[in-house]
């Protein structure tokens, strides 16, 4: 049973890809993720015994601490960031309980290197419109919250990414791109392993909307309306990017939680006769 210093792994899914979601330490040992080489979403490694060097950049953040079976490590983790005055609580059970609810997990491997800060860095062509809203919304959410996303020229991207140690995205001939009838926004998801109903149901959005095949669901005409609206809206594309990004949570949300639900206006009236 969860206690004020720990949290379920169910309570802990339902904030995993929203905007409330709190930061997520894994310090398990090399060993422990040898075995287990797989991330809940959203978190990132972090060596305990390090905690000097990384601890003071949570100041004023909200923490779960992971290790393996939720015990000494992510215990003795937390404790000492509640000492630095960290919010931070454990999984309960750990990565092992997480595992056991079948939760989603990503593949680690995937994830670009990281620079001294922490982040990855990816690079894209300018003058976002769906997939180069969606893709951002995606890793910064599930992947890497700290990412960092560069737009420039489109000649220029595949230069800056070798120039900046950025990968690149939703360019002709790199990896991270369309395939086939798949849009970037699919491939990110196939490539990390995150399947769930809910961002299922949105990677059909995305790509029916960035497609031009806006019969493959009915809410497609929404997201490129709000899509092209948004590119109207801003000429600076990071700030576009921070205004996307509150469209998608709010996508993701009804995928994950509304699509049941109706609205209509009642009235109450009594008809006459």
């Not at 983790?77 to 595992?99: D, F, V």
């Not at 120039?163 to 002709?172: I, Y």
């Not at 209509?264 to 008809?271: A, G, L």
């Amino acid at each position: 049973m969860s206690s004020f210093t720990s949290i379920s792994p169910d309570k802990l899914s339902r904030l995993v890809g929203t905007a409330k979601a709190p930061v997520l330490v894994d310090v398990r040992t090399d060993e422990e993720f040898a075995a287990d080489p797989r991330l809940i979403p959203g978190s990132a490694r972090r060596p305990h015994r390090q905690i000097d060097d990384w601890g003071g950049s949570l100041s004023g953040r909200s923490v779960v601490v992971i290790c393996s079976k939720g015990r000494q490590l992510s215990e003795g983790t937390a404790a000492m960031l509640r000492h630095r005055g960290i919010a931070a609580e454990t999984l309960e059970g750990g990565k092992a309980a997480w595992n056991e609810a079948s939760l989603p997990t990503i593949a680690a491997d995937r994830i670009p290197k990281r620079d001294s800060h922490g982040r990855s860095a990816w690079v894209t062509r300018s003058r976002p419109k769906i997939d180069r809203i969606a893709c951002p919304w995606l890793i910064r959410r599930f992947v890497d919250p700290g990412a960092v996303f560069l737009f420039v020229a489109s000649a220029e991207v595949l230069t800056v990414a070798e120039d900046f140690a950025a990968t690149p995205f939703d360019v002709e001939h790199v990896f991270w791109s369309h395939r086939g009838e798949l849009c970037t926004f699919d491939v990110i998801l196939k490539e990390f392993g995150l399947s769930t109903p809910a961002l299922e149901r949105l990677a059909v959005m995305v790509r029916a909307a960035d497609t031009d095949r806006l019969d493959l669901s009915p809410e497609a005409p929404g997201l490129l309306a709000a899509s092209l609206g948004l590119s109207r809206m801003y000429d600076d594309d990071l700030d576009q990017l921070n205004a996307g990004i509150l469209v998608y949570d709010a996508f993701y949300r009804w995928c994950r939680d509304a699509t049941r639900e109706t609205h209509n206006w009642p009235t109450n009236k009594t008809t006459r006769t």
